[in-house]
């Protein structure tokens, strides 16, 4: 009965490799994000999709492919990574993007190691 | 610009005495501000937030937050530090207007410490 849901807890893999994280949030929740936390627990947003439409694009390489394909999921999508890509990935929820009192729910993360 | 300040990277309390965590922040219209918790292994949890009215803020866990419009301040505050409320702890803000409404602004964390 988790609220947001995203796996797999961990993924190390090599450099070069594409890989795909996936989240899902029971919460009916409209708007979904991705977040980066880096080594130093820096927080910065990377997506935000709101009903499958996409919101917010930060500053990230094209090699982030955010997916929605429906409200309740947003999968992330990376390719050919590199050694910079590592941190912990954190899908979060929220009713509405542009509700300014309304409050984040979270995954517990994903951490990534890029060897 | 917006922006959120925490100046303190660590905070050592202990267990029993009174805590604070501060943070300043920077936005153009008028401040929406939150607190989070990160515990270690998990994501992000909502503590409490400000929108508008009484200036101190109570939240979860026994944490309560004054806003200080003067001095664009948010600092979280506890009366009596438990050790288990060690964890990582984020100051966030929303802008109310312009091109980045609504979007969520965090600070760099403290990581508060309690000691038994």
């Known amino acids: 009965d988790t609220a947001v849901s995203q796996t797999p807890k961990y993924l190390v893999t090599q450099m070069g490799n594409d890989k795909s994280i996936k989240c899902e949030q029971n919460?009916?929740?409209?708007?979904m994000y991705w977040y980066k936390q880096d080594s130093k627990k820096f927080l910065k947003i990377m997506f935000s999709?709101?009903?499958?439409?996409?919101?917010i694009n930060e500053t990230v390489p094209n090699r982030f492919s955010p997916k929605s394909p429906d409200k309740a999921h947003l999968n992330l999508h990376i390719n050919s990574l590199e050694l910079g890509d590592s941190a912990v990935y954190f899908c979060?929820?929220?009713?509405?993007?542009?509700?300014?009192?309304?409050?984040?729910?979270f995954g517990s993360g994903t951490q990534l190691s890029v060897l | 610009a917006q922006s959120v300040a925490q100046p303190e990277d660590q905070v050592n309390v202990a267990e029993g005495n009174p805590l604070t965590v501060k943070c300043t922040y920077s936005?153009?219209?008028?401040?929406?501000l939150f607190w989070y918790v990160q515990y270690p292994n998990r994501g992000l949890q909502f503590l409490l937030k400000?929108?508008?009215?009484?200036?101190l803020v109570k939240g979860s866990y026994g944490f309560e937050a004054e806003f200080n419009k003067s001095q664009t301040s948010f600092h979280l505050k506890k009366p009596s530090a438990l050790v288990s409320d060690s964890a990582l702890y984020f100051c966030?803000?929303?802008?109310?207007?312009?091109?980045?409404?609504?979007?969520?602004?965090f600070g760099r964390g403290t990581q508060l410490t309690v000691w038994p």
């Open positions: 979060a929820s929220s009713q509405r993007e542009t509700g300014l009192n309304e409050k984040l729910f």
């Open positions: 919460l009916g929740h409209d708007t």
């Open positions: 999709y709101n009903n499958k439409e996409l919101i």
């Open positions: 936005v153009s219209g008028n401040p929406y």
């Open positions: 400000y929108i508008t009215g009484d200036n």
């Open positions: 966030a803000v929303r802008e109310s207007r312009g091109s980045t409404l609504g979007r969520l602004y």
